[in-house]
């Protein structure tokens, strides 16, 4: 529904039109290819569960990489780590994605969730309502993004459970509301201070930092809360749901962030990422490698597919720097005309799945795609097991720029 709109945006850039905040969603978003979201979900989720339980069956999942031989003391670092895997119930795993557009991971992330449900003895009726109410979180700016999100949450529900939508599940996903008409000055104290950290929310969405200085004190001033003119229950039940999902860490976070440089920024996005993310800031989807490693849990994973250029532009020196003290578990190097919908070289990507904490002398995989054209070529050339190196990551850090030279 996207592709006009689109079209205008980037022909008003070439203007020097900076992108209004009505007009992000059309001008970053980009629909992933499966195979590439099924490469970041069984790389991210399903090694999270795979690694824990030894027996699990794994052969439905065409884009899991085995691990590279590691030496011994990585082995024992990795035990360490696998460990908590071991303990961790269906129930209690996390998964968010922070810019899920229409919801593709995370209906993927769903049917990775639903065998790993049915491997521990769970009926699949069981695991739907499950899985909806415990395990995927998601949130965009795009209100009609995350209408299609819901819509598809609920039919993934309805498949496995036919009264699955009188049950009265929700997805825990949500949209940015925009709530400038909203005039914070009548409410009172916590509420007021609450309401008033998502006042730009709709340009910065999941960039948001939302702090509660005095839960209690809030949560009093909500039991007693009627509607009045300023805001009404159902805004401000949005709003917490809302803060619920940006305040909690996960266990696995996968997205396909926005592509936006500097340039195209508008002015409180601009000062937004200057401020708050210096070492990123050149483009949108930088400031999303950061801000996901911030929503992953110490030792859980995130995976993304981003643009290839943090991995040597000098303007991303400090980024990488901060990068080495993470650890890249694969990739698969995706280089030019890897989206089908986008013609010639302007977009160059790279999907990852990294663990967030270091492992020390960690062999990673990487698959190198970038010497062949289109969706099908990419995917046909990853299962091919062809052009298939490791690296690790401490050598990166000999090179002057620490780039990504595997």
């Known amino acids: 529904y996207n592709s006009e709109p689109k079209d205008k945006v980037f022909a008003a ?32 989720l399903g090694r999270l569960w795979s690694e824990g339980h030894q027996n699990f069956d794994k052969s439905e999942w065409k884009y899991y990489l085995d691990e590279a031989e590691q030496e011994d003391s990585v082995k024992a670092q990795l035990e360490e780590i696998r460990a908590e895997y071991k303990n961790i119930s269906p129930e209690d795993i996390k998964i968010i994605d ?31 309502v499950k899985i909806i109410e415990n395990n995927i979180f998601g949130a965009d700016i795009d209100k009609r993004a995350y209408q299609l999100s819901y819509f598809a949450l609920m039919m993934k529900g309805r498949a496995s459970d036919r009264r699955f939508l009188t049950r009265g599940v929700k997805p825990n996903i949500c949209h940015f509301q925009d709530i400038s008409k909203i005039d914070t000055k009548f409410l009172s104290g916590e509420l007021q201070a609450f309401v008033k950290q998502f006042e730009n929310a709709e340009e910065i969405g999941s960039l948001l930092e939302i702090n509660i200085e005095n839960s209690e004190k809030l ?40 592509y936006m440089g500097g340039s195209g920024m508008n002015a409180k996005l601009s000062d937004f990422v200057k401020k708050n993310y210096p070492d990123s800031k050149s483009d949108l989807f930088a400031v999303f490698i950061e801000k996901c490693n911030e929503f992953a849990k110490q030792n859980g994973f995130y995976a993304m597919i981003t643009q290839h250029a943090f991995m040597f532009l000098s303007s991303y020196e400090k980024l990488r720097t901060k990068l080495l003290t993470k650890t890249t578990v694969n990739m698969a190097h995706l280089g030019a005309r890897a989206f089908d919908e986008i013609g010639g070289e302007v977009v160059q990507t790279t999907a990852f799945v990294n663990y967030n904490s270091h492992i020390k002398d960690y062999k990673g995989t990487y698959a190198r795609l970038v010497d062949v054209n289109g969706e099908a070529e990419k995917e046909k050339l990853f299962l091919s097991v062809e052009n298939r190196h490791t690296a690790k990551q401490e050598n990166f850090s000999k090179i002057p720029g620490s780039p990504v030279a595997y």
Not at 229 to 250: G, P
């Open 13 to 44: 850039l070439k203007n020097n039109v900076k992108i209004s905040k009505e007009n992000i969603p059309a001008a970053t978003q980009l629909f992933t290819p499966d195979w590439i979201v099924r490469y970041m979900v069984e790389n991210s």
């Open 98 to 128: 922070p810019c899920m557009g229409s919801g593709h991971i995370l209906v993927y992330a769903f049917d990775v969730l639903m065998q790993i449900y049915l491997s521990q003895g769970y009926t699949e009726r069981d695991a739907a």
């Open 219 to 258: 949560d009093a001033e909500l039991s007693n809360f009627t509607n009045d003119l300023f805001i009404s229950q159902q805004q401000l039940e949005h709003l917490m749901i809302l803060q619920k999902i940006l305040s909690q860490k996960y266990d696995v976070v996968v997205t396909n962030p926005p």
